[in-house]
């Protein structure tokens, strides 16, 4: 199904250079794009578009005359019944009914892939998200970026991109090395051996029931064994553990990276290497431009770091890319990383990632860019940190002192469908206060059951249905009434949605728009009734294939949000 704005604003472009053609405007440069949006007064039209304010000055008339222009040059179009013009020059713009009706056998006949649209195909296009290293059971701020991207990836599928999920973990350094050693103690410990923790050790239970596991299957044999090989059986532990999880929120991943791949094969000196070729590298022990107070503060033995001269690229300051001890910071790796994605193909790339690495995005986007690679096909979205609510308090979590509620523990608690949703239902740049009293209700007041339950009607109207023998073949669509048009004009509104959500890397708008569908369903559901005695088999036939067109969207919506579409409740 086609998007109608564009439509419209090709319908515009045709009348105004009818209009240039015939005299009644004068040549000039039409503009690269026409207004065009939802009205916001829908008494007044479906449509509404101000380009004839705009277009004003450039054909050197009074935008209510371009108005009138625009709308006696428009093309006859199935789907638009009236151009209108109102004061001071708007073009308000009308649907055909028959169009509009019309429109339910198309979204029947859609199924599954109603409102799929063409914006990817032949494209590529990549998410990552979760990206924890397995230092532990994944947590609720982790799960908040994989329904972001998960929920994303399904929308680039219905804009037909080809996508692919991607996981980027890193299982060296410090934190692996000290989660080996935490669950070797706890092997040892779980041998009856008095084994404290190491420093800054994990200390949640999990590691605990990995070391009874250990004990298990190994016995004592392990018990010399250096914290390398505990490393390794706590890294396939948490990624069995992270994969389960994961699975239970229906988001599944095509591909893992492991960042250590980047340095065995030398793409992260490479890429060092090919900075500074470009002059974007120097080595000092302060940045350029330092301060006085900087340089005072400097210790006499102070050692060289390698710097990204990124203020060459509109940084505010420059950034180290391997510090004075030799170590590469997050950066160079990153931006490794990112140079790798982009020679795989991918077109479109998104990058789901907590609010604090803001300045490591930036960073990496200007190091693509010094080495001429295209920053723009890299997107990210920026997410702030949940915090669990019960009771009106506030749950704290630390996954080092393993004080923290697990992906799986809140799962359990209040639902799959719940977590996904709750999780969505707000825009990634705001806090998340998740509200555990309110998810844990089976009412109204909830969203999901709200929005699940309309799918629940519909599947009911039709085994009823089904039942007294009714099927909605036949059916003559112009019986339905006012109030089936102004829901069928809210279901028309969901490939703009779609759209919308992609151009503003905005997922939380398609939670908006199926709780916003749900209100305008249920008042509908109550009064126009199918299976009663007033109501006439060819009306019912009407309401019943008006029900299924509803089905059909409102399965998609919650497909689309990585939830289920239940028929019974």
């Not at 209108?84 to 055909?96: H, K, M, S, T």
């Not at 979204?107 to 032949?122: E, H, N, Q, T």
């Not at 350094?173 to 923790?197: D, E, H, N």
């Not at 986007?365 to 940190?385: E, K, N, P, W």
Request: hydrophobic fraction near 40%.
């Amino acid at each position: 199904m086609t998007l109608l704005p564009p439509q419209l604003e090709a319908l515009m472009r045709q009348a105004l250079l009818a209009a240039q053609a015939a005299g009644d405007l004068p040549p000039f440069e039409l503009p690269p794009t026409l207004p065009v949006q939802r009205s916001a007064r829908p008494e007044l039209g479906d449509y509404a578009s101000p380009a004839p304010l705009q277009l004003a000055r450039l054909a050197r008339r009074k935008p209510l005359e371009v108005a009138e222009i625009i709308a006696r040059h428009a093309p006859r179009s199935p789907f638009v019944a009236a151009w209108e013009v109102a004061p001071p020059g708007f073009l308000n713009i009308r649907l055909d009914e028959n169009w509009l009706l019309e429109q339910i056998n198309t979204i029947i006949a859609a199924g599954d892939d109603v409102f799929a649209l063409d914006i990817g195909r032949g494209k590529r296009a990549q998410v990552e998200c979760v990206s924890a290293n397995p230092t532990g059971p994944l947590t609720v701020g982790h799960t908040r970026n994989g329904v972001i991207g998960s929920t994303m990836a399904n929308l680039l599928r219905a804009l037909g991109y080809d996508v692919q999920m991607e996981y980027y973990f890193n299982n060296a350094g410090r934190q692996m090395r000290i989660l080996g050693q935490s669950l070797q103690a706890r092997y040892l410990q779980a041998l009856g051996q008095p084994v404290p923790l190491p420093e800054e050790g994990y200390q949640g239970e999990y590691l605990i029931e990995v070391a009874r596991r250990l004990v298990e299957q190994y016995g004592d044999s392990l018990k010399d064994e250096g914290w390398e090989r505990f490393k390794a059986e706590a890294e396939a532990a948490m990624f069995a553990w992270i994969d389960r999880s994961l699975a239970r929120i229906n988001i599944h991943f095509d591909a893992y990276f492991n960042e250590n791949s980047l340095y065995e094969d030398g793409s992260v000196w490479k890429t060092l290497e090919a900075l500074e070729q470009r002059g974007y590298v120097y080595r000092s022990v302060l940045r350029e431009g330092a301060s006085e107070e900087e340089r005072a503060k400097l210790p006499p033995n102070a050692k060289e770091a390698v710097w990204f001269r990124s203020t060459a690229l509109g940084d505010e300051e420059d950034r180290v890319l391997v510090k004075s001890s030799g170590e590469p910071t997050y950066v160079l790796p990153d931006i490794a990383y990112h140079v790798n994605k982009l020679e795989r193909g991918f077109d479109y790339l998104i990058n789901v990632l907590g609010a604090d690495h803001i300045v490591e995005a930036q960073t990496v986007a200007r190091g693509l860019t010094a080495l001429g690679y295209d920053a723009s096909r890299v997107h990210v979205i920026l997410y702030q940190f949940v915090t669990l609510f019960e009771g009106g308090e506030a749950r704290k979590m630390s996954t080092r002192r393993g004080e923290f509620v697990t992906q799986d523990e809140l799962v359990d608690d209040v639902g799959a469908d719940v977590v996904r949703y709750f999780i969505l239902a707000r825009s990634p740049n705001s806090h998340l206060e998740f509200d555990l009293d309110l998810a844990r209700k089976q009412a109204n007041e909830n969203p999901v059951y709200y929005i699940q339950n309309a799918h629940v009607r519909c599947a009911g109207i039709f085994r009823q249905a089904a039942e007294r023998g009714l099927t909605d073949d036949g059916a003559d669509l112009s019986l339905l009434g006012a109030r089936e048009r102004d829901f069928v004009r809210k279901m028309l509104e969901m490939p703009e949605v779609l759209l919308q959500c992609y151009e503003e890397l905005a997922p939380h708008k398609l939670a908006f728009y199926a709780h916003d569908l749900a209100r305008l369903f249920h008042p509908m559901y109550d009064e126009v009734r199918v299976l009663h005695s007033e109501v006439s088999p060819e009306l019912a036939k009407a309401r019943l294939r008006l029900y299924g067109a509803a089905r059909v969207v409102f399965r998609r919506l919650l497909t689309l949000m990585g939830m289920s579409a239940p028929e019974v409740m």
